[in-house]
């Protein structure tokens, strides 16, 4: 490689860094001989250096990790995939560069969205973990602070239906009139000073469904940029009984100059596939950010 690119130093830097693998994941290192590359594929694979990104603030927390499975604990602001202009500042862009070479998301949360998200470990189990959320066998449950201004909380019906579209080249889903395709229960925790703390269960996984509903019932999520951009406020109506653990653990993200979007993917819960047991995962944060 240092003849073939005579990029001398750089090809050394990489080589002690361990970016150098063989065509079946194997770290290139000097005691690597040119037989055993053959033997391994017969090919060596490096990647284009990753451009500069902006940080993004907030760190992504460790929930569970096993030999399949790494659940996380997501801020606010991250993406879930690399995409354009963010490859490294995503979550798989951080477990990449953290060693997790074969870290894939068996489902996505939105990049303003913060909570549990599943990552598998290996590829022989992706498709078993991928397979729950395509046909819906995981409990999602989800927490948001929502603006009352327009509409009291205790008005809020218990189910929203309807039907919900993302054409193509648009960053907004909407909903249309016809059978309806997405369907979201709604709880409320707590309700005071114009904002209300909601519990929501997600039936289906239309592109920003709980958005879309909660906005079209007249009670955006605070910080939503997309359905109802509000003001940042005090919030009084969250319900927060761990509020006072001394032993609790805030992770508060810093100001990114965006308002954090008060949604937060606070459960997972399914039957493993491989196992057969009920496995819940419960996010760590605090609801909206920040901001307590």
Known sequence: MREITGAVVEVDRRLAAGEIVLADGTIVTEATTYEEGRRRGGSVWTYRAWPHEDPVPGELLTL?????????????????MPRGSHVRETVVGRLWAAGELEAAPAHRLDRLTSGVLLLTRRREVRAAY?????????????????????????????VVR????????????????????????????????????????????????????????????????????VDRVDHPARHDPDRDDPGRQDHDHEDSGEEPLALLARELSFVDPLSGRRRTFTSRRRLGGGDD
């Open 64 to 80: 569970h990790r096993d030999a399949d499975l790494l659940v996380v604990d997501k801020p606010p602001f991250l993406a879930t």
């Open 162 to 229: 309807s039907r919900i579209v993302k054409e193509r080249g648009s960053r907004r889903s909407r909903e249309v009139p016809g059978e309806p395709n997405a369907e979201t229960h709604l709880e409320v925790l707590a309700a005071q000073g114009g904002v209300a703390h909601l519990r929501l269960r997600p039936h289906t996984g239309r592109t920003h469904q709980l958005r879309v509903h909660l906005a079209a019932l007249g009670t955006p999520i605070l910080g939503d940029p997309l359905y109802g951009t």
């Open 130 to 158: 991928q397979d729950l959320f395509a046909h819906r066998r995981v409990e999602k449950t989800y927490e948001a602070l929502v603006r009352t201004d327009a509409r009291p909380a205790d008005t809020l019906p218990g």
